[in-house]
């Protein structure tokens, strides 16, 4: 079997690796050199500080215990927003763990070492690891994302034909991975699907022994989102619920059906678009579909089975915001849904192109690599640009503007100082993205005081009892004299 093929050569992958990881470096390295702060990250960052005892219990709250211990340990490790850029760091080397562990897979799956790398290096460069590198708050998403890829892997081969104890240690193992990387973020543990995809519709084994597979690899994801449910309930039970919504589950199946039509998926079927297009999604579903159903083999019976198969892989890579009350879907949700997507454009494409009788197998196979490869060059040079121009500079220009301010405060006015936030409108940017891209961060009422008190220990001043206000435009003349203000709406003069 192909997923069984093994690393032949393995010093012919050294340099690949090396280069795509290079590429996945030079593409983020913005998001490691500037100093900012994203929205999240002052709040979170503030209350490390003060001993983490409110992030611990949002994150727990949430089901995310280990995330809240990577936060709690490593945000007071960094201590200031000018050394977010060390953690940072870590998201793009967990970034490049993932970049390379798809690369390897698809190696094994039958991929050229060259379609292989162009499709990893496409998939890091997507919008949802733009967000995951570039939010300090994302500590090591994109790994977890691995680690539930590695639980796909593990249980994909629990074949009969195994000793009952190693199929037991193996599927453990499995469920094991699995929990884990739910426990870090609910949405990277749905990649463990992505891979399941990647497997099962690129074998060419029989339809009954694909079914077997995904029955088990559907056993052990079920295993470990119980564990995990239970995880959430407990945290919920302690520390009560950081958000009703996010808590409860949806009652309304059909809304939630519908909304997953028209707002994820529609966004994921737009691959790199930060301005999805309802007509372009459209098209994009027929062109899969239709490529799909050529590129399996078999009877139409057999096609319509394997195609079923990836139909109910879309909505269980997006399973953890289904199955909440909460719509809320930005781009860092979809960390296995879009790749999905992606993946499933190749196969289509391989497909199309498999139904070209009059070229050689060698020219498909050198137009499908033209066309990924050129989907991963525009979407490298598109990634630096959104982090660069949506992310990083506007994020720092806005932190340096609110220490300029600062500065300006006399100490002795200093106890309370009274916050006016950047409006949506006072953006950099000529658009926004949900609260991901060209949102200002001092638009969001829970990143106000930490900006300010970090901000206020990174000028020397001592943060400590300062009383932050946030107030509007309005209420300015009815301030006392002298009082100390910051005015973000000067954000809007950096255009």
């Not at 198969?309 to 269980?316: D, G, K, V």
């Not at 909440?324 to 192109?353: K, W």
Request: proline share 5%; with cysteine.
């Amino acid at each position: 079997m192909r997923a069984l093929l093994p690393l032949q050569n393995r010093s012919a992958h050294i340099p690949i690796l090396l280069g795509l990881l290079l590429c996945v470096i030079v593409m983020y390295y913005p998001v490691v050199s500037a100093t900012y702060g994203f929205t999240d990250d002052y709040y979170d960052l503030q209350d490390a500080l003060m001993g983490g005892h409110n992030l611990w219990r949002h994150q727990v709250s949430e089901g995310r215990p280990l995330m809240g211990i990577m936060q709690v340990v490593l945000l007071p490790l960094a201590g200031t927003v000018n050394n977010l850029g060390w953690l940072r760091a870590i998201n793009l080397a967990s970034l490049c763990v993932l970049a390379g562990a798809i690369y390897l897979g698809l190696y094994r799956l039958g991929f050229t070492r060259a379609l292989a790398a162009a499709f990893s290096l496409g998939v890091a460069a997507l919008p949802c690891f733009q967000i995951c590198t570039a939010w300090a708050a994302m500590i090591a998403v994109p790994f977890a994302c691995a680690l539930a890829g590695a639980a796909a892997w593990l249980a994909l081969t629990l074949r009969g034909d195994l000793k009952p104890t190693t199929r037991l240690l193996r599927g453990g193992l499995a469920g094991a991975a699995l929990l884990i990387s739910l426990m870090i973020y609910q949405p990277a543990g749905m990649f463990f699907w992505v891979v399941v995809a990647m497997s099962l519709l690129t074998s060419r084994e029989t339809v009954s022994a694909a079914m077997r597979k995904f029955s088990s690899c559907l056993a052990i994801s079920v295993g470990s989102i119980i564990a995990e449910f239970i995880v959430f309930r407990i945290g919920t039970a302690c520390y009560g619920a950081s958000d009703e919504q996010r808590a409860g589950l949806t009652r309304d199946v059909l809304g939630k059906a519908i909304w997953f039509l028209r707002r994820p998926l529609r966004n994921a079927l737009n691959l790199d678009a930060l301005h999805p297009s309802q007509d372009f999604a459209i098209l994009a579903a027929i062109f899969i579909a239709g490529g799909l159903v050529l590129y399996f083999v078999g009877s139409w019976k057999q096609r319509g089975a394997r195609l079923g198969i990836a139909l109910i892989l879309m909505p269980l890579s997006y399973l953890p915001n289904l199955a909440a009350a909460d719509s809320y879907g930005p781009p860092r949700t979809q960390v296995a849904l879009t790749p999905l997507l992606a993946f499933f454009f190749v196969l289509a494409l391989r497909g199309y192109l498999g139904a070209l009788q009059s070229f050689s197998r060698q020219s498909r196979d050198q137009l499908l690599l033209c066309v990924v490869s050129g989907w991963a060059i525009v979407s490298a040079f598109s990634a630096r640009h959104n982090v660069i121009k949506y992310m990083t500079e506007p994020q720092a220009i806005e932190y340096r503007l609110l220490k300029s301010q600062l500065q300006r405060i006399e100490p002795a006015y200093a106890a309370t100082i009274y916050f006016i936030p950047a409006a949506l409108s006072d953006r950099l940017t000529e658009f926004f993205c949900y609260d991901e891209f060209g949102t200002p961060s001092s638009f969001k009422v829970w990143a106000q005081e930490g900006m300010v008190k970090c901000g206020l220990r990174e000028i020397g001043r001592d943060a400590t009892g300062v009383k932050v206000a946030s107030i509007t435009p309005e209420q300015l003349p009815q301030l006392p004299a002298r009082a100390a203000v910051v005015d973000m709406r000067q954000l809007k003069q950096f255009r």
